[in-house]
Each structure stands twice: as structure tokens, then as C-alpha cells.
């Protein structure tokens, strides 16, 4: 089979098959990042954090200074490199599991800060790596490795919204959740990603960007129907939307 | 810079870091050791350094992970039960090959113990701590002007062994006020860092800073660097001889205890007693040769420590038989005095002394 390129992509993204799933929503995330980073023309004073999960390997196909953290560490890691540099462009990369299980103490007190860095928390409601156990985010009634049965409400509690908490914390300037389930969903996240770098570089504090995305092998399903989950059970339990936007509550 | 001022032994540990051009510190309170960060977080920023209270220690030890990565000089310190928490990022660290300065004013454990002086923690210092097969260099100071001193050349050596580097001392040293004379130090930049830290992908290819190594191969390769690294540390050996060589019994203790001991051996040989002592002031690497030609020429030796006994095993191994060997450990709940060592030194030497 020949392959034809059917598009143009941005330099900072590397010419390299990924290790993801087939449907895997993180390559689309990776590369609305790259766009961002290169729209803003940003790139060169850019250092990733990349976080524990399946996207450890972010430093594989984006083209960046980065460095790993321990699961769950990356805001704290973050922290220290935005300290070092505090005009590099510094942003993690994390799924639900990392961000909002482990690290749950990390982004909270990394957003209430206000450290001036940016957080990708990409929500597939399970964690792939590890083989499909019950992440934080795992939907009521949703089937896991750890919760045969589906998530109970009154065993495993109620799946956290983290863009909503995050968006209640003081440091936190811009705070939205988006998906990438269709196209017009796709471009508004890319907005919103673009966004949340254009709050750092202006130096307004901390800005966050949720995005829903599918994990097909540990959800069991073909990448379509896990692409259609996205809409059908996700996004009304997490709404999309902006939560917070210092800069629109300012009026500026 | 060279007039002397009176310090304990915390703030010469801030005042050291500060003067060796540390810029960057992540902190979370404990006791014995908060005259350290409450120090920096109004020097530091007044250098044109970045001072973070920490949300915990896992935090705190991360950023300096971070900050580590930039290739810039940053510390974080702390007492026992914080650096348990901060394993996770030394082990890091360690498998990242980052430099950074750590801070441990040993109190009494296991468990919350209490906030009295311990040498409770020589084995997690020495023994890696964390996760995996790594070492981290343990500098030991025993007094105020060697905290000065050492706080100091941990910056160099971090840098120089990229590897994080563990200042152990306890509560008896952080609280003990003693003349001190400042000092400039070696160097107080690593341009050298240059070569590996990030600092955004100018027109080259993107630097990676990491410790998973999955390909085949890989892991076994970085670790046996490792090894290579941790071998080469040697270099640094330090320790104190005092009165050693018509010795019959040597010593050895390190820290405030070292330099406890160091008084009743002082004692006792002013009483005739053929008494000396090493103190090792880096753990790890050990003094083991030292300690190896003195037992060739037929000393005995005496470990002290405030502790069960840990640092007893790394003598042991240095001299290479367990004969000869004897322990006293001081028990925690209170500060030993020179006299408290005067019975077990003598039991040692012998009864007929
Ligand atoms: C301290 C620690 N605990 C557990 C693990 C194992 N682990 C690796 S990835 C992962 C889950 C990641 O899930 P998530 O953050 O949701 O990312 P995803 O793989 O779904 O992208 C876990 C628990 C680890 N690496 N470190
Ligand atoms: S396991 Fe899930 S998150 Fe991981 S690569 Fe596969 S689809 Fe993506």
C-alpha cells in the first residue's frame, strides 16, 4: 500500500507512526498542541512535561525540549521548571489517572498558584496503559478491569469533573473542556489550546484545557463506536464548555 | 567575607547554598529544620532566586526535579519523614541523571519517632532510598562550619556527577550555634550544564530528560553508566582521622556523634588510653579503604552511632570481619554527651583498661 500524505502538519510534530491504538484520540491532541505551539511561534522556548500513562512517550513525536515526570508529578515538576525558566513556554500533558487519581494534589495546588504553565489533561475515563482499570473519571455503570460490574455509585463514589474544580481555584485564569469526537469539536478544541498557551505567554497564570478523548482498546469497542460515546455518554455527564476565562470576566 | 559570624546550624546551611548561587528552593515545614526555608524565603528572592513552599514533600522534590532539568542550582530540604516522601523524586532524578541538593536534619523514627537528633537514616541515605539500583553521594557534616562547607561543595558535585547529592545532618547539628566563617565558593554557575539542560529547542533537535529505558538493551546500558558514575565518586572520599595511628581501638562515627566521640576520645587518651577515631564525612562513597589498612595494621574499632546500628554494617564490610567489630548505639529521646561514650569505648579497649 502506498501512503499519500493527505495533509500538512507542523514542523515540530516528528515523521513517525505512533504507538497508540488505532482511534486513539491522543494523536489528534498531540497534534492540536504542535499547532498551537507553532501558530503562537513558540517552539523554541518551549520545554514539555511529559506525564505517566500512555502518552509518556509525547517526546517521541513532538520535537521539544521535555521532560518526564513521576505519575502524577508533572505540575509539581512543572512548578520547578517554570521557576527555572520563567520565560520558557512550559506545559504538561497528562491523562485522568495521572492528573486526577495520583496527582490529584499536584494540579490543585499547581492551579491555585497560579504557576504560569499550561495543563493538557486528556480524559478517557480508564487507564489505558496499565491495561483498563478504573480511573477517577470512569462514568457510573462503565465497565473495567477493576470494576467488572461497572462503576458503582456507592462503592466507587461519583466520577470527578476536574475542569469544573480546577476553574473554582484561584490561580486559574482559563479553564475549558473540549473534545475531539468531530470536526467542528475538533477546531474548537485547537482554540481553546491555542488559548490556554496565549494566557501563559501573556502571563496571566494558570490555564487548563480538558479534552475528552477515546480509548477504544480498554473501552472495547471499535474506534467508531468509541468515537460515538464521546457524544452520547461523555459529553453529557461532562459538559463541554469554558469554565473559566479571567479575561472575559474582566472584559478586557 | 571572611569575618566570622556566629550561626546555627541551619541558617549556615541556607547562607551556604545562597553564597554557592542556588536559584531555586522548594520547601515543606518540619521540624528540626525550619530556620532553612523561613531563611531563604526572604534571602532568596532578595538574590533574584525563586523561593516555593511546596504543597508536600512529593511536591517539593519534584520541582526540584524540575528545576534540576533547567540546569540551574536548587536545593530542597527537609527531616525524615519528609525524605521518605521525596524518594520517589530522588529515585528519579537518579535514573535522570539530574543534580540536586538535598537537605536531611535526621530526627527520631520510624514513623513520626520524634523531633530529637537520630542517625536513623543512614541506611536510606546510603542505600539509594528510593526505588531501583542507584546511589545518591551522602556528605556528613559535623560541625557548623562543615554544614557551611559541604552545602556548598554539594552544589559542584551534583553538577559534576549530575546525580542528586544528600547533605545528613541531624537536629543536635540544625540547632547548634557555633562561629562560622563564610566563604566564597568554587564556582557558583555549571556552564557546562549547557550542554544537556532544557531550555526550549533553539534550532536543534528537542533534548530529552528521562529514566524510562524500554527498548532492549537500553536500561542495562544507562545502568551500567550508572555504575561507572557511582564508581568514579570515589573520588570524593572524606574523612577525619584523629589520633589513629598508635591506636589499639579506633572509633568511627560519623555527624554530631563523631564529633561527640571526638571529645571522649580526646579524654580518654589524656587518661593513656591508646583510643582514636575516624569520622567518614561522606557515607557514601565510604572511607572503606581507610578503614581496611587500619584494620590490616591491627586495630580494633568501635561504631557509635545514634541509632540500632547501621553505618556498623559498612565498617564490617570495610574491615572485612565481624570479630573485631563493636557496637554501641545511642539510643533516641536525648543528646549524648561525651561521657555517655566513655564506658562503652573502655569496654571495648578492654576490661583490664
Ligand atoms: C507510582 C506509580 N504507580 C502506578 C504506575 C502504573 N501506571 C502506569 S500508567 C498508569 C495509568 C495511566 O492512566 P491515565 O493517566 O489515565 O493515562 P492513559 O494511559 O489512559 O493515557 C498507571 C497506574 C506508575 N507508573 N507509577
Ligand atoms: S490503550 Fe487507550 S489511551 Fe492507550 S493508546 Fe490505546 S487507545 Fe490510546
Redesign the pocket.
Same mark, same amino acid.
Given at each position: 500500500m502506498q501512503e499519500i500524505r493527505v495533509t500538512n502538519y507542523p514542523e515540530v510534530l516528528v515523521d513517525r507512526p505512533t504507538h497508540y491504538c488505532p482511534g486513539c484520540q491522543?494523536g489528534i491532541a498531540h497534534r492540536l498542541v504542535a499547532e498551537a505551539l507553532t501558530d503562537l511561534g513558540v517552539v523554541d522556548k518551549t520545554i514539555a512535561v511529559s506525564s505517566? %500513562?500512555?502518552?509518556v512517550f509525547l517526546y517521541n513525536y513532538l520535537n521539544l525540549d521535555t521532560v518526564e515526570a513521576?505519575?502524577g508529578r508533572a505540575p509539581a515538576v512543572a512548578t520547578g521548571v517554570k521557576r527555572a525558566r520563567p520565560d520558557a513556554v512550559v506545559f504538561t500533558y497528562? %491523562?485522568?489517572?495521572?492528573l486526577a487519581s495520583?496527582g490529584m494534589a499536584e494540579i490543585m495546588h499547581c492551579a491555585n498558584r497560579g504557576e504560569r504553565v499550561t495543563v493538557i489533561f486528556?480524559n478517557?475515563t480508564?487507564?489505558?496503559?496499565?491495561g483498563g482499570q478504573m480511573?477517577p473519571t470512569t462514568l457510573v455503570g462503565q465497565k473495567t478491569t477493576t470494576c467488572p460490574g461497572g462503576r458503582c455509585l456507592e462503592r466507587e463514589g461519583a466520577p470527578i469533573r476536574m475542569s469544573e474544580i480546577i476553574a473554582s481555584l484561584g490561580g486559574t485564569t482559563y479553564c475549558e473542556r473540549v473534545a475531539v469526537n468531530t470536526v467542528k469539536n475538533v477546531l474548537g478544541a485547537k482554540k481553546a489550546i491555542r488559548k490556554a498557551f496565549q494566557y501563559q505567554l501573556d502571563g496571566k497564570g494558570f490555564s487548563f484545557v480538558e479534552v475528552l478523548a477515546t480509548?477504544p482498546t480498554n473501552w472495547r469497542m471499535t474506534p467508531v463506536a468509541a468515537n460515538e460515546r464521546v457524544a452520547t455518554e461523555m459529553i453529557p455527564y461532562f459538559p463541554l464548555g469554558t469554565f473559566k476565562d479571567i479575561a472575559a470576566t474582566e472584559g478586557a | 567575607m571572611s569575618e566570622r559570624v556566629f550561626l546555627k546550624g541551619n541558617e549556615a546551611i541556607a547562607r551556604a547554598a545562597l553564597a554557592a548561587g542556588m536559584r531555586c528552593y522548594f520547601g515543606y515545614p518540619i521540624t528540626p529544620q525550619n530556620d532553612i526555608p523561613e531563611l531563604l524565603s526572604a534571602e532568596l528572592p532578595k538574590a533574584g532566586g525563586e523561593f516555593v513552599q511546596a504543597e508536600s514533600e512529593v511536591a517539593a522534590a519534584n520541582m526540584l526535579l524540575g528545576a534540576a532539568a533547567c540546569g540551574v542550582r536548587a536545593m530542597t530540604t527537609s527531616s525524615s519523614p519528609g525524605i521518605s516522601l521525596m524518594q520517589e523524586a530522588i529515585s528519579y532524578m537518579a535514573g535522570s541523571e539530574l543534580p540536586g541538593v538535598i537537605v536531611n536534619m535526621n530526627r527520631g523514627g520510624p514513623g513520626l519517632g520524634d523531633i530529637g537528633p537520630s542517625q536513623g537514616d543512614y541506611y536510606q541515605s546510603t542505600r539509594g532510598g528510593g526505588h531501583g539500583d542507584y546511589r545518591t553521594l551522602v556528605l556528613a557534616p559535623g560541625t557548623v562550619q562543615e554544614a557551611y562547607d559541604l552545602t556548598m561543595l554539594a552544589f559542584d558535585l551534583a553538577f559534576h556527577y549530575r546525580n542528586p547529592v544528600i547533605v545528613l545532618g541531624d537536629a543536635i547539628l540544625g540547632q547548634m550555634k557555633e562561629p562560622v566563617t563564610p566563604h566564597a565558593p568554587a564556582r557558583t554557575a555549571d556552564p557546562e550544564a549547557a550542554s544537556w539542560c532544557l531550555e526550549g529547542a533553539v534550532g536543534r533537535p528537542g533534548r530529552i530528560i528521562k529514566s524510562l529505558f524500554l527498548e532492549d538493551g537500553a536500561l542495562a546500558g544507562q545502568n551500567t553508566r550508572l555504575a561507572a558514575k557511582y564508581q568514579a565518586m570515589e573520588a570524593e572520599i572524606r574523612a577525619e582521622q584523629f589520633l589513629v595511628e598508635d591506636a589499639e581501638l579506633v572509633v568511627v562515627a560519623y555527624g554530631s556523634i563523631g564529633r561527640i566521640a571526638k571529645s571522649t576520645v580526646r579524654k580518654l587518651r589524656n587518661a593513656g588510653h591508646r583510643v582514636g577515631l575516624v569520622r567518614p564525612i561522606t557515607l557514601f562513597p565510604f572511607p572503606s579503604a581507610m578503614l581496611r589498612a587500619l584494620a590490616d595494621q591491627g586495630k580494633r574499632f568501635l561504631t557509635i552511632e545514634h541509632n540500632l546500628g547501621q553505618m556498623v554494617d559498612d565498617v564490617r564490610l570495610a574491615i572485612r570481619t565481624v570479630a573485631d567489630s563493636a557496637f554501641h548505639g545511642h539510643l533516641p529521646g536525648n543528646l549524648p554527651t561525651p561521657n555517655d561514650f566513655e564506658a562503652p569505648i573502655l569496654a571495648a579497649l578492654g576490661a583490664d583498661h
Open positions: 491522543h505517566i %500513562g500512555c502518552s513521576p505519575h497528562q %491523562g485522568d489517572g495521572d495520583i486528556v478517557n480508564v487507564y489505558g496503559m496499565t480511573a480509548c | -
